[in-house]
């Protein structure tokens, strides 16, 4: 079969394509119909509130988990019949850690290079880059129930980069690393996407992550309520963001509404408002009685406001409604007061 | 030419770097795998002395304590062997039951722990991994049963290196077809809160039921059915002719069942159960 080497015919003229794929547990869908292609050689990006049915999906595209409905091919070959073929060229990082806490670091990385047929060269050749990459040089020969949960997530990310797949699925790679970690890692993963123009699809919590992609998919309850570019996302939001502060925002937000008509919400920064175009609406605010203006910020829309536009939650839900929370309790008034 | 044009020609090479030179061919891959696998379950076993202590203590209480509470009791046999001697054999089958099984349902621990899906994702065959998970626990319930096995002059039985061999042999065998029948009970299980139903349910039963601990040839005949259903019995009982000469052998409606029988019995089962857990980690749900 020498006509059909690979580098003579292209493999596949999609890296990922998604037809109607629905998955229920019982009588719940959690993933409801969803439809999408991604291209060799993107970065793409799956958004979503938790529970939204991402790392469902994934397990769909990864063959872990048959679909209700529907189909999908990775690298060219369908997820249910063509099972091999898809998990050869594929990697993934899953969403919770997935190592042998017996096994020491090093041992975690070799069981893998085996289990995807690596030769001892190849290995010698990846390995100590990646690595070093994740900053574990010191720590491979440790066993990994001695490592931080940082240092757990690190090796997962070497360890899925190290066979080199043409797909790589990353489920919320890099959550709990430190800031300057994660750049370390996004840099290093961008570098390797170049060279071996891997195919990437990312779910992520971190806006400043889910801007490095392509193209953005944003989901919810199951299904795909929009997809394009960061910037055409960005821009159909169609409103800026106006935060002021006064001495009264109850007050202010009153008489906004009412002088304004437009329906202002506190947050931890201050009363927001979301507006079409910020410039011209902030002399409006100042020449409206009854608001006192202590600062104003006008903000263009951001990722953060797109998915709140499409899915009606704030993306880093969990977290920032906490810290709303403690910031809104007495103590922390009574101290902004002082 | 287009970046997708572009990347997906580099992706192509790429591909045909891995399939063709790159990677491993199919059946040193699949070979590797199973050794990786095996090394695996050694290294766990090595690195958490508790399980190799508390895996011994158990066989241990019932030789030491047991067999010799008893042996006034129980006097010697028509053989003139000690109720400890004769207990020995089963003592060491009952310490690869304990191990194999244990050994299997690791599985659902690694299931809860993720490490599972990390084997399932990878292109590698099922048997491999079945083949693998197999032979590694079989390899660490013979290594207890032989750690036992040492004892053996202490409590006064003597063995000739032929009989030592086939014993370990045995012990071999038994441990293999346990362990792939621990495997089809673990991918039935979901969390490992289950362990403890399959020591009261499986273990136990299959212990009490197996001639280990007393001579299965005068039972009323509902014990006399159920320890002849339970397949541990005719791993005890070939386990105690090889070490034991001369000693009774189990019978089946008063025929007595030859060495040669016993081993096909288990390795029948121990092919059937592998065949069972291949079958049951291709299933994706
Ligand atoms: N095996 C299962 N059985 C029953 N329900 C499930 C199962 N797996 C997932 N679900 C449900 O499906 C929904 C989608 O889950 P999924 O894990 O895909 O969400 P997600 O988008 O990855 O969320 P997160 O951001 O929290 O990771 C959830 O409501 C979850 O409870
Ligand atoms: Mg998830």
Redesign the interface.
């Known amino acids: 079969m020498w006509h059909l ?3 003579s ?5 999609k ?1 990922i394509e998604v037809d109607g794929l629905v998955r229920r547990f019982g009588d719940f869908t959690a993933v409801d119909g969803i439809s999408f292609d991604v ?4 970065f793409f990006g799956f958004l979503g509130p938790n529970g939204a049915g991402k790392t469902t999906s994934i397990s769909i595209l ?5 679909p209700t409905a529907g189909s999908a091919r990775v690298a060219g070959h369908d997820v249910v019949t063509e ?2 073929a898809v ?4 990697g ?1 990082v ?1 969403q ?8 020491t670091g090093e ?1 975690n990385l ?3 290079a ?6 001892k060269e ?1 290995v010698q050749e990846r390995m100590p880059p990646l690595i070093e990459m994740v900053g574990l040089s010191d720590w491979v020969d440790k ?1 990994v129930r001695f490592y931080s949960g940082g240092m757990q997530r690190r090796l997962e990310i070497a360890r899925g980069l190290l066979h ?1 797949p ?1 797909v790589l699925f990353l489920d919320e790679p890099t959550i709990g690393l430190d800031p300057q970690t994660r750049t370390h890692i996004w840099d290093y993963i961008e570098d390797l996407r170049h060279r ?2 891997t ?1 990437m699809f990312l779910t992520t919590h971190y806006m400043d992550e889910a801007e490095r992609c392509d193209r953005i998919a944003i989901i919810d309850r199951g299904r795909v309520v929009a997809i394009d570019t960061p910037d055409n996302l960005k821009a159909s939001v169609g409103t800026d963001t106006v935060t002021i502060t006064t001495d009264d925002e109850e007050a202010a937000r009153v008489a906004i509404a009412r002088e304004l008509d437009v329906e202002g919400e506190h947050c931890s920064s201050g009363l927001r408002l979301r507006v079409p175009e910020g410039e011209k609406f902030v002399p409006r605010l100042f020449d409206t009685p009854g608001v006192g203006v202590q600062s104003v910020s006008v903000r263009r829309p951001s990722l953060d406001d797109v998915f709140i536009k499409y899915t009606g939650r704030d993306i880093r839900d969990a977290e920032s409604d906490s810290v709303d929370q403690f910031k809104s309790s007495g103590m922390v008034q009574a101290f902004r007061k002082r | 030419m287009t970046t997708a044009e572009a990347a997906d020609t580099a992706g192509a090479t790429a591909a045909s770097a891995a399939s063709s030179s790159g990677r491993d061919g199919r059946f040193v891959h699949n070979a590797r795998t199973v050794y990786m696998v095996w090394y695996r379950e050694i290294i766990r076993f090595l690195r958490s002395p508790a399980r190799i202590v508390s895996g011994l203590a158990q066989p241990i209480l019932f030789l030491v304590v047991l067999g010799a509470g008893l042996n006034p009791l129980v006097g010697d046999s028509s053989e003139g062997v000690t109720y400890q001697e004769f207990i020995f054999p089963g003592v060491l089958a009952m310490s690869v039951l304990f191990s194999s099984l244990f050994s299997a349902i690791s599985i659902v621990w690694d299931r809860e722990f993720g490490f599972l899906r990390e084997m399932l994702v990878a292109p590698v065959s099922r048997t491999g991994l079945v083949l693998g998970k197999a032979a590694g626990g079989g390899t660490v319930a013979v290594m207890q049963g032989v750690i036992l096995l040492v004892l053996a002059p202490f409590i006064g039985v003597s063995l000739d290196a032929f009989q030592v061999l086939g014993v370990f042999a045995l012990l071999l065998l038994l441990a293999f077809a346990l362990v792939a029948f621990g495997i089809v009970l673990a991918s039935r299980m979901q969390r490992m809160e289950s362990f403890q139903m399959v020591m009261a349910l499986v273990v136990n039963p299959m212990l009490f039921l197996s001639g280990a601990l007393f001579p299965l040839n005068d039972l009323p005949t509902w014990l006399a059915f159920l320890t002849r259903l339970n397949p541990a019995t005719y791993g005890v009982d070939a386990i105690r002719r090889v070490m034991i000469p001369g000693a009774p052998a189990v019978t089946i409606f008063g025929w007595p069942v030859p060495i040669w029988l016993d081993v096909v019995i288990i390795f029948t089962m121990g092919v059937a159960m592998l065949a069972m857990s291949v079958r049951s980690f291709r299933k994706v749900d």
């Open positions: 080497r690979r580098w015919v292209p493999a596949y003229s890296a291209e060799p050689g993107e990864c063959t872990l988990l048959n099972r091999d998990r050869s060229s594929i993934l899953f919770e850690i997935t190592l042998d806490d017996y096994l041992e070799r069981f893998h085996v289990l995807y047929g690596l030769r190849q066993q080199a043409r071996e123009s195919t």
